[in-house]
């Protein structure tokens, strides 16, 4: 292929168009993609994510979520793109640079890089539970393997020829997808929610553009309201493959998007008209997760996958940079953690005679653990039972809903203390599982169009706030519910019934003693 600096008698746009690639996506259409952006498709670390489900679990109870994050990290790309030219075309007083465009796309293309197995399985549910201490969310990971990415490829020299500033722009990109890089003023709530003008003045945390262009930090993670081109492209390839209605329409977003002036700081608005549209968006984000990221199902085999996992994971050996990594290590480092895919579950499922020989060896080496009938557990046990779980997946022999109760107040810990007394038909504590969902319009109690700003077709440079009772009287009051529900890991009928109507009981009893008080 030809570089820029071989073709140097051609335009930028000339060479643009020249080496560019065009892809035919199910969502939207034929897109053209920049041909830096192709050479990062092009590594091994981006090819990555063709082996990663974007829905985790819900691939084994919706049959068409078969997508995975490859497809829906080019299309945050091409949206990325899309919205930043149209604001570039439409306010040509921003100052929209071409390689503002470029690194808004290449945040776009990369702000998933860092997703382990099943994606938020991974490290919203595995992670957390193998290494409680352990804080790393996978915006931080796409960041670091990025940079491995751009080192291992050799790419400064082609973001150099494209007009890239390896240090300002580099700095940029990882921002928008993580947030700023400075520790401090990450773990500043105040600025963590993207400096709120109406709350009070805060410094500017970002290094790689300034004040005036702080509506690009908004395209593609926006850390003010959810309202992003990631959420754009996953609502609708995820309700696409779901089979599900998206009746939020982003293109209408992009077509009446703005940027307005608040209090000092620029922000994306959008028409007072397209209200309806916002609020269909985030009811959309509601019903995807009620009906199939939070589904009963779909919960339960994660949680189950989770199980298999922890038992399995000193048992997955991964060689790294430097050393051999486990499954819940390999994202300390980046060589190992590219190696880290969807495909451990066929790893744990047939484990290989030399593998389960290892785990043998790890017995051998740690005699306090050895067999007997006092200890039926071992390390090679461990592997054996990690496969069953997941057979146990395969074969639909899945833990068994028990109940469930939608509810704000916290009971896990009274149905904790319940377990420590005698249980029926010889159940066990570990018998159960109780799991927590939160459901929102992503941010928490709060309705997130209250921090979005609007403008009139009669004054387009002002921004105002638009009262939800001016949009409708129809609209929700309120914006979040806890639903929490109880499952069984056996499934014969006599332990299933005796573990239904313990719970019955015991819930029908707690909700008198509340009621008492």
Known sequence: MTTPSESSKLSEEEKTIFQSKVFNDPIHGHLELHPLLIKIIDTKQFQRLRFIKQLGGAYFVYPGASHNRFEHSIGVAHLAGELARALKTRQPELEITDEDIL???IAGLCHDLGHGPFSHLYDGTFIKKQRPGFMRKHEKASTEMFDYLVKDNDLEKEMKDWKLDLTKDLIFIK???????????????????????????TPWPYEGRGKEKSFLYEIVSNKRNGIDVDKFDYFARDCHHLGMKNNFDYRRFIHFARVCEVKGEKQICVRDKEADNIYNMFHTRYYLHKRAYQHKVTKIIETMMTDAFVKADKHIKIEGSKEEYTLSTAMQDMEAYTKLTDCVFERILYPTSNELKEAEKTLGSNPEHLVSEQNPSSSSNELKEAGQILKRIISRDLYRFVGEIPTNEDVTNAWKEELKKPLPLELKPEDFVDLVF??????KDKNPVDHLHFYTKENPDKAVKLPKEKVSQLLPTNFSEKIIRFYCK?????SLKAAKDHFDRWYKNHQEVRDEL
Request: aromatic share 2%.
């Open 103 to 105: 690194c808004v796309q």
């Open 175 to 201: 921002e928008m997808i993580n947030g700023p890089l400075n520790a401090e003023a990450a773990q500043d709530e105040e600025i963590k929610d993207m400096m709120d003008p109406e709350k009070r003045e």
């Open 438 to 443: 939160a459901l929102d319009y992503g941010m």
């Open 490 to 494: 056996k499934t014969d009928e006599k």
